[in-house]
């Protein structure tokens, strides 16, 4: 065990630096040191490690084995590090320049993120928003994840034993090109057609997907995509189908030239919550961010979406359980 009263903690932010930048120059410069004594951290870090950290291949270097496992660990480590000494017995968001980090999809940015830098803008200027990609990973490691990060954006129904706070609800519509005459689909046109899919029809990405191929529905998949944002233009020009949010759906019809269509079955309506861990509760900077997402989340237009947006309410500390739930695959 390292002895922590001992250990010079500086190393890591070498080590964060090291590891992103894969060159001890670039890392050096990453922090603000001279390469001589980035060269003296590496060795200090390699003999830490009994491991090289970084190997020459050809004329740049690779991350060892040991190396990319520390790489997500160190960062996150650093991020709860920086939150700690950003904590503040009194908030005041007008003169703060605290960073706050996000992990969301594409789709849920898309929707909220007009309305929150507006608001961020006019209450908060100092502030800083860094907005993560949501990976299969940082959903499998959700309590790793809510750790690291201020919020998580990602649907009610996946996982549980985390405080949230329900954002927005919105439905699912099909689209597909804009050629295609305007109409409700079938059900066997669904099974019959082709489609574009979020990582594949063998992923159950979200729980309208499994309903879908639970129905199997929607098994003709040839094209694959890694984004929402990427759907409705896989689909332009062709009578392919994708399964698309519907606020999604209509903000990208005319830009990517294709036709809603309203489904023939029932889906779950998908509620879009803020996630957050339990340790971050009471921080006052926390409280404040969190409710600024509520209300951001709370103006958005919905007149075109049937049902209502479900108004911000965390959950009682009653209603949390110990232990989460993890999802299997990465959520809108």
Not at 123 to 144: L, N, S
Not at 154 to 167: A, D, V
Not at 203 to 219: I, N, P
Request: glycine share 4%; aromatic share 6%.
């Amino acid at each position: 065990m390292v002895n922590l009263l001992t250990a010079d903690l500086n190393l890591l932010v070498a080590l964060d630096a090291l590891l992103v930048e894969r060159n001890v120059t670039r890392a050096g410069a990453r922090i603000g040191i001279s390469q001589p004594a980035m060269s003296s951290s590496l060795q200090r870090l390699r003999r830490q490690f009994d491991d090289e950290l970084l190997t020459r291949v050809g004329s740049s270097y690779e991350l060892t084995p040991l190396a990319q496992v520390l790489k997500e660990d160190v960062a996150q480590i650093l991020r709860m590090v920086e939150r700690t000494f950003d904590a503040q017995a009194v908030f005041d968001p007008a003169l703060s320049s605290r960073s706050f980090r996000i992990v969301t999809s594409d789709y849920c940015l898309t929707a909220i993120s007009g309305k929150l830098m507006a608001m961020l803008q006019e209450e908060a200027p100092g502030v800083q928003v860094h907005f993560d990609a949501v990976t299969p990973q940082a959903v499998e490691r959700i309590k790793e994840t809510l750790q690291s990060a201020d919020l998580m954006l990602i649907p009610k129904g996946h996982f549980s034993g985390f405080p949230h706070t329900e954002l927005f609800t919105d439905n699912w519509v099909c689209v597909t090109g804009a050629s295609s005459p305007e109409r409700t689909l079938t059900v066997e046109e669904m099974r019959d057609a082709r489609w574009a899919r979020l990582f594949g029809a063998e992923v159950d990405s979200t729980l309208a997907d499994r309903r879908v191929y639970d129905l199997q529905l929607g098994e003709k998949t040839d094209i694959i995509v890694d984004s929402f944002l990427m759907l409705p233009f896989a689909v332009t020009g062709t009578a392919r189908l994708a399964l698309v949010q519907e606020r999604l759906a209509r903000m990208l019809a005319s830009v990517a030239g294709v036709r809603i269509m309203q489904l023939p079955i029932s889906l779950p309506t998908l509620v879009e919550c803020a996630w957050w861990h339990p340790s971050k509760t009471a921080d006052p900077g926390h409280q404040w961010f969190r409710r600024l997402v509520a209300r951001a989340a709370a103006q958005l237009d919905t007149e075109a979406i049937d049902s209502p947006v479900t108004p911000p309410s965390e959950k009682p500390e009653a209603e949390r359980s110990s232990e989460p739930q993890t999802a299997q695959h990465v959520l809108a």
